[in-house]
């Protein structure tokens, strides 16, 4: 059972269709979806909502491998820090990191610990480098790394051996929130022009290159560590 956050577009879309390919099944989460196939289920919640957030519930998976993948996420509002509104902030936070960690905090809860169990959170190389107007969305994949592995460090000593919980930067990808970077105005975004010549010189992935490479990694590499990033995966 594979459950991915954020399924309607982008690389949500093309890692659950990769895997819906490979014949698995999925369970996307949030508040669209756009896939239709046989193997998909879906939960409708805006993850934005914490509270709606809290009302998700699993069927019985006791004797299936599962996999969590946070992939939902957003940027917010591109400009200053000083200029934000505080609600923008702390939607970024919810979206990209408490909303993720309350599903896995029911799943944990759920699953004995002798299931077989993979938790992925798509980080961002924004969580370790500044970038100025980006303040909210660095910070909260900041956060995320640190969040893995202390929940890495936690269920080893809870004794969940089968365990493995990712933090992933995906690197640059050809996305909608790649689109909404290049219409920001200099003003309020110093570098936009850096991000219009990653897609005028075709330095972008392809959601579709993103699922794969994260799937080599879940599934055909040794999990060694926690963070990582999709750059250093070739297929």
């Known amino acids: ?22 014949g698995e099944k999925v369970i996307g989460i949030g508040r669209n979806h756009t896939i239709s196939h046989p193997g998909y ?4 919640c805006d993850l934005s909502n914490p509270g709606l957030v809290e009302l998700i519930s699993f069927p019985d998976m006791d004797n299936e491998k599962v996999i969590f993948i946070h992939n939902a ?32 905090q029911k799943l944990l809860q759920q699953l004995p610990k002798t299931t077989s169990f993979k938790c992925v959170f798509i ?13 909210s969305y660095c910070a909260s994949k900041a956060a995320v790394d640190l969040f893995c592995q ?17 933090s992933v930067a995906p690197g640059v990808v050809d996305t909608d929130m790649q689109a909404a970077i290049r219409d920001t105005k200099q003003t309020s975004f110093s570098e936009v022009d850096r991000f219009k010549e990653y897609k005028h010189s075709n330095q972008l992935y392809s959601p579709e290159l993103v699922a794969g490479k994260l799937f080599k990694l879940v599934h055909e590499m040794p999990l060694e560590q926690v963070v990582y990033s999709l750059r250093d995966i070739d297929l």
């Open 41 to 44: 289920s879906s939960i409708h």
């Open 1 to 22: 059972m594979v459950i991915i956050t954020g399924t309607s577009r982008g690389i949500g879309k093309a890692i659950a269709e990769n895997y819906l390919n490979l």
């Open 73 to 104: 996420g957003i940027l917010g509002k591109v400009d200053y820090f000083e200029k934000l509104d505080p609600q923008e902030i702390a939607k970024v936070m919810q979206v990209n990191l408490f909303a993720g960690a309350a599903i896995l």
């Open 150 to 166: 202390t929940i890495q460090l936690e269920e080893q000593q809870l004794g969940r051996t089968n365990f493995h919980c990712l």
């Open 123 to 135: 980080s961002s190389g924004a969580g370790k480098t500044p970038i100025a107007s980006w303040a």
